[in-house]
């Protein structure tokens, strides 16, 4: 079957710089997404990787290594409204976005 | 650009009962996505539209879902009868092309919240 694994939570602090893994095991990859979701908010897209190696776009930067089927999202400087949750979710062969569970992040004083 | 439109935002349902909820999509955009989010999960395909023909609807629960967009803009999904396991957020979703890319964004909209006692 096909699988996202992402951390359920993570706590960091204002300031400071959090990874957020997903590793994944899909049938084919055609791309990998995150999104932002602020509590009862709707998604909104924060980066996209088809290719290995480091996106970046100001504060948030986002990893791929398609051998090992594994993602990362680095958020720098963190600040309280970074407090959401951060979806995977990755295209498989037939086109269709397979979705993560979510990693709630808190962010502490 | 006006984002992806959808009412209601919240509706509270008897079990049995039956219920609809609205989307229009970003204006140009032909494909149309509903996705069933239920609380600390991510979204689950429920239909995929490709302007008023569907693409993919094998995770809808066809006995009790049901799911249109006859003019290729505007779509409606309904649940009838509701069952308690379909208490969750209802999101819709469009992209300008067939498949989403880095250049071909999903854009959701801010969903229906459903709660079925």
């Known amino acids: 079957g096909q699988n996202i694994d992402q951390p359920t939570e993570m706590t960091a602090t204002e300031g400071a710089i959090v990874q957020i893994n997903c590793t994944y095991q899909?049938?084919?990859?055609?791309?990998l997404f995150w999104y932002q979701q602020h509590a009862g908010e709707a998604p909104t897209f924060l980066s996209y990787?088809?290719l290995d190696g480091l996106e970046e776009k100001g504060r948030f930067s986002s990893f791929l290594s398609r051998s090992k089927g594994y993602s990362y999202l680095l958020l720098k400087e963190l600040q309280m409204k970074d407090s959401a949750s951060y979806l995977c979710?990755?295209?498989?062969?037939?086109?269709?976005?397979?979705w993560g569970a979510g990693t709630k992040l808190i962010i502490k004083p | 650009e006006a984002g992806v439109a959808q009412s209601p935002r919240y509706k509270i349902i008897e079990k049995r009962q039956s219920v609809a909820f609205w989307c229009n999509p970003i204006?140009?955009?032909?494909?149309l996505y509903w996705y069933q989010q239920i609380l600390g999960q991510g979204p689950k395909l429920l239909i995929q539209?490709?302007?008023?023909?569907?693409?993919?609807d094998s995770q809808l629960p066809k006995d009790r879902f049901s799911a249109e967009r006859l003019k290729g803009v505007d779509s409606t999904l309904k649940i009838q009868p509701a069952k308690l396991e379909d208490s969750a957020v209802y999101l819709c979703?469009?992209?300008?092309?067939?498949?989403?890319?880095?250049?071909?964004?999903?854009?959701f909209g801010a969903g229906s919240r459903l709660t079925v006692l």
């Open positions: 979703a469009s992209t300008y092309g067939g498949s989403a890319s880095g250049a071909n964004v999903l854009t």
């Open positions: 204006s140009g955009h032909a494909t």
């Open positions: 539209f490709q302007n008023n023909g569907v693409v993919d």
């Open positions: 899909t049938s084919g990859f055609n791309g």
């Open positions: 990787n088809v």
């Open positions: 979710a990755v295209m498989d062969s037939n086109y269709q976005l397979i």
